[in-house]
Structures are given as C-alpha cells and as structure tokens.
C-alpha cells in the first residue's frame, strides 16, 4: 500500500503539491487524474524517492522507498518510457537492469513475452516506435515482480490493441493482489479501467473515491427528449408541462431538450396528456470525462484565448423553464464554465479553501503547512 501523509513539495516560493493526504490499496486499480501543471508527477517522483518531499511523508508498505530493501523487487515504476539508452538492444537494456537487482536473466525473456517484445528483442531501442518504447518501460517495471506498480501515461503512443493489452494487464495485476497506481489524461480509458480514483489539482487533493461516487458527486443524469422537428408548438407545450410538473428543462444545440428531476415514465405520461409525439425520450449517464470537467474546470493553467468558454458553456434555458442559478465561484479561482445541476450531490473535495491575501514573497524557505503560490507555474514545477 502507498500512503502519503501531509505530502508537500517547494521549488522555492513555489509549492508544486501541498499538503497531499491519500492510501492507494492493494487489490484495485487506483486512477492519479489532474490538468496539467497539477502536480501528479512530482508526486510519483517523491513516492520513488527521486524528490524529497518539503513536508510530510510518503511509504510503501510503512517504509519510505530509499529504506526498502531490494526496492526494484518490491515497486515497479514507469515514468519516463524514454529513459533507455538507445545504442542497447531491449534485452541488454532489460538485463543490466536484472543484473543491479539480482534478478535472474530467465525473468528478462519472460517478460519480453509479456509485453509482446519477444521478437524485436535484440534490436537497439533508438530505433524503436513510442509505442515499442511503452511496452519497453512497462517490461522494466514488471521485471523484478513487484508488489506495488506506478505507470505514468501508460498507454501513450499505443495503438488501440496495445491499449486493451494495457486496460487488461492493469486490471489482471489488481487481480493478483497487487497495488496499482496509474496516471493518464484519458478519462475513456480511466472509465474502463479504474476502480478508484484520486484526483489532484494546483497541487492539492480534489477527490479520493470511487469511480462510481465520483460521477455521481460531480454530474446528475437526466432525460434527453426530443419532439418531431417543425412543431414548435408542441415542443413549448411540452415544456410548459414539464416544468409544471416540477421538471427542469433546457434546450440543447440539436434542438432536443434535457429534463431532470423527472423520471422518464412521467415523462412519456405528461407528453401523452400534452397530445404530444416523441421523436426520443432516452435516459442519459454522465461520464467521467464530464464528471473530471466539471470538478477540475477551476484548476485549469493553460486555457485558449481563442475559446476559453466555447463548447463548456450549457445551452440558454428554455424561455419559461428552468433559470439557472449561477454556481458559487472559490475565491481567486477562474469562473466555472460548468453550473452545478439539480440533482448533483455535493462533493466535499469540490470547494477549494480561499486564497490567502497577498503577502511580500518570502526570502527564505515557505513556512510549513502555507502554500507559497498554487497558481503561479513555469516549466521547473508544471509537472
């Protein structure tokens, strides 16, 4: 199990991740979500033991990773699928790799299988495709064995075969027992993958749940339905039944409308007694990747100029229907572009803590437990 306790990283007056509290089990995959710039590298790195922490603490199985024994036999790790010298075949690059760790070379041919290497196995890794190099990695980090196993953008560079290889690996490791952590910007394939999630942004902890419960807390499901096109009186009809009946109704870009509150058997009962065809009524789920937009939309650092808003913003409300209440905005956080729904359950990781007032920048280390600056980044800690 991983376990980081108050994990907080400076670069001077900088803090890339403030603060982090969060166990990643054994027996699940666990999902590592945030924009970019939210600090989810920097957190592997520290769970490896390549950064140390300014604050808090984070183990492995009860131990930081520089006091495990034999680590590479205990967590595997990939972060970097370019960090191969290129002049070396992938067995030799796996070999000397096994040889550090006393591993035996029969392991480096077994895993080679795994990861579908086998017949490339003796050719340099510089001329390798990304997606050859992906595999690569993922055979370093299984080579020793491990119990505890953290993949950075795992599928990067896969084609969609060698994406379904990765989703069942993950899933065949958790199976086994193991503790699995991994971060991808793919919220599709995080859907189908993760168990759990632990979501991050500008470096501070958003959510620790279910994939389940995430949705849930961060969407609400409603009605799509659609009336015979060329009728707008009936569909204003409808809408006005709709909303007498306690329904909340807004009209989409396509000219259907979304109803919640209302389940769709009263639905399809007040269309009837409005004497009013349907084209559709059909039940609509959030998905991760709208319920991840909607918690994150705050936490965003690099946003277009062209469009910051286009494509976020919902459809206007229908005339007579459902107004909008504008959602609460935290203080120094850019305007939502997602409302909150009725029906969406409150989320405690969702309201941020207000920025603290201005403060002349200090000259020497940040005091413990105060983040220096959460919204500012450059290129030394966006990571």
């Keep these: 199990m991983i376990e980081a306790v108050g994990l907080t990283k400076r670069y001077g007056a900088k803090t890339a991740v403030h ?12 999902g590592f979500l945030g924009p970019n710039g939210s600090g989810k590298s920097t957190t592997m ?20 990773f520089h006091k495990l024994p034999n680590a590479p036999r205990q967590v ?10 290129g002049g070396r075949s ?9 040889q550090l760790s006393g591993i035996p070379a029969a392991r480096v041919d077994e895993v080679l299988g795994v990861v579908g290497l086998q017949n490339v196995a003796r050719k340099r890794s510089k001329g390798f495709s990304l997606g050859m190099g992906q595999r690569l990695g993922i055979a370093a980090a299984l080579l020793g064995d491990p119990q505890v196993l953290l993949f950075d953008e795992p599928v990067n560079g896969l084609d969609p075969e060698g994406i379904l290889w990765v989703r069942n690996l993950m899933k065949q490791l958790a199976a086994e027992g193991r503790t699995v952590f991994v971060s991808s910007h793919l919220m599709s394939e995080m859907a189908l993958t993760a168990d759990h999630l632990i979501v991050i942004g500008r470096g501070q902890l958003m959510a620790d749940m279910s994939v389940k419960d995430f949705i849930s807390a961060n969407s609400a499901d409603f009605a799509r339905v659609r009336t015979p096109e060329g009728e707008p009186e009936a569909r204003e009809k409808l809408t006005a039944a709709l909303v007498a009946a306690g329904g909340q109704v807004l009209a989409e870009p396509d000219g259907a409308l979304r109803v919640t509150g209302l389940p769709l058997p009263r639905i399809s009962d007040l269309a009837h007694e409005a004497d009013t065809r349907l084209w559709e009524l059909s039940p ?6 709208e319920a991840y937009m909607r918690m994150t939309q705050g936490a965003v650092d690099y946003r277009s100029t062209l469009d910051q808003r286009a494509g976020l913003l919902p459809p206007p409300p229908v005339q007579g229907g459902w107004q909008q209440q504008p959602a609460a905005v935290p203080q120094g956080w850019a305007e939502q572009a997602y409302p909150v729904l009725p029906g969406e359950q409150p989320n405690p990781y969702a309201q941020q803590p207000a920025a603290p007032a201005p403060t002349p920048p200090p000259t020497g280390p940040a005091p413990q437990g105060v983040p220096a600056d959460l919204t500012k980044r450059d290129s030394e800690d966006a990571r």
Excluded: W, Y
């Excluded at 603060?19 to 666990?30: D, E, I, M, Y």
């Excluded at 595997?76 to 010298?85: P, Y």
């Excluded at 992938?90 to 096994?98: G, I, P």
């Excluded at 609509?284 to 990747?289: D, K, P």
């Design 90 to 98: 992938a067995r030799n690059h796996l070999l000397s790799l096994a």
């Design 76 to 85: 595997g790790a990939l972060l970097d699928a370019k960090a191969v010298h």
């Design 19 to 30: 603060n982090l509290n969060f166990q990643v089990r054994p027996g699940a995959v666990t």
């Design 284 to 289: 609509h789920q959030a998905s991760l990747e």
């Design 45 to 64: 790195r520290m769970i490896l033991g390549l950064d140390m922490p300014s604050a808090g603490q984070v183990t492995i199985g009860g131990r930081p």
